[in-house]
């Protein structure tokens, strides 16, 4: 009790001892063991004067001799009650008594002991403290310390007495907090509250995240016992099972079967002996393990795989045309050479190789077009979706030993297909992806590469399969997406988009009766006329091949199976201009054929995914400092194609009459209209740069033109791709006249029949071939605004009719 000696001892020199993890609280007993030599000094020191000691904890414990700033300010002053020396070194057991907190105002870190010189840190009660309050507090923290007493069985119970016979609020503080494993900057913390309800209030806190914790260990602790009780359990009833299914014979019985299954299967020896091998381990495993699951799903999936099994293909051309006529309108080139293909097979069965790849936009006709070889050859078809596989495991399959491990695809396919000779589709090779999960494309190149594939590895099944047999057709919708060393061995055949005819003559002939047969129609109970079709085509669908034509041609074929259904018609006949109550409002406006020559508007030509488009390009020339503005979400190339043209323009003003500084007193604005839709490519080049001219000489542009082609510094017109669906977008839009760069002139031969006999096309190897073609009237900057009636002019520039 600090009583009245606080005032004798105030501010003096007390021996001192640095704690280790822990703190002593006033009125408590408490015993530890001393060792380092400053302490025991600091004690034998004590021990000589009126055995009052200093005792402050260490801020960090692994400091082995600290210095006044490594100490907590704050401690308690004890007596000492006892000291032993204990056998072991110069060890000494001290039991204190706590008497009053002290500040230590300055600490003396003598070697031989420590001194602290210390004032008395009374409580300081600061207001009224409500009775009530304090007592509800007091009392549960005893009764969450007597939870804490019961969780505890090594706690010794009659604490709780000790406690219950003093209930003091100071007291119960101290003692509980002496008496719990909290941290020491916890103990700490309350060590140096002063203001005794403060510190009422820190000890409940405490407890009862203390009793928290002790309930989620008391949980997981219930959980792990109950889990390993389970277990045992199962253990028992397995080995007991195991026990009465050998009485019975069952589990003979398993194994059996199997071998029998094994012995029966028409595989390679290899085969057989693996398989008879891993049953043999089956055999010695504990029923019900997790192993002899996974060995059981491996026999299964070993056993399903048509090993040797085959459907009996046939290489009859004449039949395999016929098939394929039946199926496909059109795609002549590529018919003829797929029944190359199939002749050279026929004459040299043993010819490995060939490996065919079908590239085309969506919706062509690829994977139909594999469905009908499959039919021509008697084969089994299977599709394997390659799109969006980044792990070689989706190929090969996962070793036995992963959870839930199976085959790749390709094996799974073939046990799909169930023939080993099948025709396996494999769409989408272009959107094969890699990382750091192996590269996919290795292990399909080992599929598929006629010289490896003979004996084909499977991490699951771990045996080698012959893939020789099948035959493999790949798809892609653009070729440079494919791993080059898979498209080295591949042999390509392109199909293209179709005209608006082919699309025409494609419904009539193949998806209209189609769709009719899967509504349960009857020719006569659906009429769809010719011009229907096409507006469906131009209004309702813009793409490259027939997939969106085929889906709007179900809907009408629904809304007819509906409305004779529902007894409302009989028959229903489709006539142009009676779609929107079918289909909606149309979806797409037709490009207008422009009548009138504009100012700095070209039509120019591009390719996308759904087939071609024009695409407008606008400059607008104002005053100004000599700025470029380019707009129209444009790629870099296209931008860097904007700047070639300008520098050509530059280097040509005496040419197009224009001023030499044009450049420096205006500002130009060149803009693509549809800014939402990203565009790039080299192919805008003479289009941006007859807008440009057109705008800086005042000459407006021939109506009925459009231009395609990449432009040089020097104005060369360079060769650009796409030509066939970009000359089908221009006769669409009503365009008489197409300017194509003349190394393009070989590829007009791919160019559609109706295309080529209706469109103009007009090759050119400079810029300045085209001006006078692409341009109207005379030079002249003044009637910017002015509407040019068309002239019929005569180029200088070379044309061909094709
Ligand atoms: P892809 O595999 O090229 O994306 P699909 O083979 O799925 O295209 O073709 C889509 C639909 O169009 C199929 O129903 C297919 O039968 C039909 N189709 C495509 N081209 C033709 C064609 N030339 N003749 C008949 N039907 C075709």
């Not at 505890?152 to 907090?177: G, H, K, T």
């Not at 199976?561 to 797409?588: C, D, H, M, Q, T």
């Not at 300045?768 to 073609?773: F, G, P, T």
């Amino acid at each position: 009790m600090p009583e009245k000696k606080n005032k004798t001892i105030e501010g003096s020199r007390i021996p001192m001892v640095a704690l280790r993890g822990l703190c002593v609280f006033p009125e408590m007993l408490m015993s530890f063991d001393v060792e380092r030599p400053a302490s025991v000094g600091a004690l034998a020191q004590a021990g000589k004067e009126n055995q009052l000691i200093f005792l402050a904890a260490q801020r960090d414990l692994s400091v082995e001799v600290p210095e006044a700033a490594d100490i907590y300010e704050v401690g308690t002053v004890c007596r000492i009650r006892q000291q032993l020396r204990q056998p072991r070194g110069n060890v000494c057991r001290v039991m204190v008594e706590g008497i009053y907190r002290a500040r230590a105002l300055s600490i003396d870190s003598d070697p031989k002991g420590y001194t602290a010189r210390v004032v008395p840190l009374p409580d300081r009660k600061i207001r009224q403290e409500d009775d009530t309050r304090t007592e509800a507090l007091l009392r549960s923290c005893i009764s969450m310390y007597d939870d804490y007493l019961h969780m505890n069985p090594e706690q010794v119970n009659e604490q709780i007495i000790n406690l219950l016979a003093r209930p003091e609020p100071d007291y119960v503080v101290s003692y509980i907090a002496q008496n719990l494993p909290f941290q020491v900057e916890a103990k700490q913390a309350m060590l140096e509250t002063l203001v005794p309800m403060d510190r009422l209030k820190q000890l409940h806190d405490l407890l009862k995240r203390e009793l928290a914790v002790l309930e989620i260990e008391r949980q997981l602790s219930e959980a792990t016992q109950e889990q390993m009780n389970r277990n045992q359990r199962d253990y028992y009833l397995r080995e007991e099972m195991k026990l009465i299914q050998s009485e019975l014979g069952e589990d003979a019985e398993e194994t059996e079967e199997y071998r029998e299954k094994i012995l029966a299967l028409d595989a390679p020896q290899e085969v057989r002996d693996k398989l008879l091998k891993e049953l043999g381990r089956l055999n010695k495993q504990p029923f019900g393990s997790a192993e002899a699951a996974v060995l059981r799903s491996y026999l299964d999936v070993c056993l399903e795989l048509p090993w040797n099994k085959r459907s009996q293909e046939t290489v009859d051309l004449s039949k395999a045309r016929k098939i394929l006529d039946e199926d496909h309108f059109g795609l002549e080139k590529v018919k003829e050479r797929i029944l190359e293909y199939l002749a050279v097979k026929q004459l040299s069965p043993e010819i490995k190789g060939g490996l065919l790849c079908l590239v085309g936009p969506p919706g062509t006709g690829k994977t139909s077009i594999a469905m009908s070889v499959a039919r021509a050859t008697n084969r089994k078809l299977v599709r394997v979706s390659l799109g969006g596989i980044h792990d070689e495991a989706e190929i090969r399959g996962h070793r036995k030993t992963y959870i839930g491990a199976m085959p790749g695809r390709i094996l799974s396919g073939i046990t799909t297909a169930g023939t080993c000779n099948p025709l396996m589709v494999l769409d989408e090779i272009d959107k094969l992806g890699s990382d750091y999960r192996g590269d996919p494309s290795a292990a399909l190149l080992e599929a598929l590469d006629p010289e490896q594939n003979s004996s084909f590895r499977d991490h699951f099944v771990e045996l080698p399969f012959d893939l020789s047999q099948v035959f493999f057709i790949t798809t892609a919708n653009d070729i440079r997406g494919i791993p080059r060393p898979l498209l080295d061995r591949m042999e390509v055949i392109e199909l293209s988009s179709y005209t608006d005819e082919e699309k025409l003559q494609i419904a009539k002939r193949h998806l209209l009766p189609k769709q009719r047969k899967k509504h349960g129609l009857k020719a006569v109970q659906l009429k769809i006329g010719d011009d229907a079709i096409r507006e469906i085509i131009r209004s309702y669908t813009r793409e490259s091949g027939v997939r969106l034509l085929e889906r709007e041609l179900a809907a009408i074929c629904r809304k007819a199976a509906g409305g004779i259904a529902e007894g409302r018609f009989k028959s229903l006949s489709v006539k142009a201009g009676k779609l929107e109550e079918l289909l909606g409002p149309a979806r797409f406006k037709p490009d207008l054929p422009r009548t009138r020559g504009e100012i700095g508007l070209v039509r120019g030509l591009a390719y996308t995914s759904v087939g071609g488009e024009v695409l407008d390009v606008e400059v607008a020339v104002v005053p100004g400092s000599g700025k470029l503005e380019l707009t129209g979400n444009l790629g870099d190339v296209m931008k860097e194609s904007a700047r070639a043209a300008i520098t050509y323009i530059r280097s040509r003003t005496q040419v197009l009459g224009l001023a030499p500084d044009f450049y420096q007193k205006n500002d130009i604005h060149i803009h693509f209209p549809e800014g939402a839709v990203p565009k790039d490519g080299p192919s805008a080049g003479i289009t941006m740069t007859i807008a440009l001219i057109s705008a800086l000489t005042g000459r407006p542009v021939r109506p009925d033109i459009a231009m395609t082609g990449e432009i040089t510094l020097r104005g060369r017109v360079l060769p650009i791709g796409g030509l066939r669906e970009k000359t089908m977008a221009a006769l669409r839009s009503g365009v008489k006249t197409v300017i194509i760069p003349r190394d393009n002139l070989p590829d007009l031969e791919t160019i559609d029949q109706t295309v080529r006999a209706s469109l103009q096309f007009v090759p050119a190897e400079h810029v300045d071939e085209i001006l006078d073609l692409a341009l109207m009237g005379e030079p002249s900057r003044a009637d910017k605004d002015s509407v040019v009636a068309m002239p019929h002019s005569e180029s200088a520039a070379a044309r061909v009719q094709v």
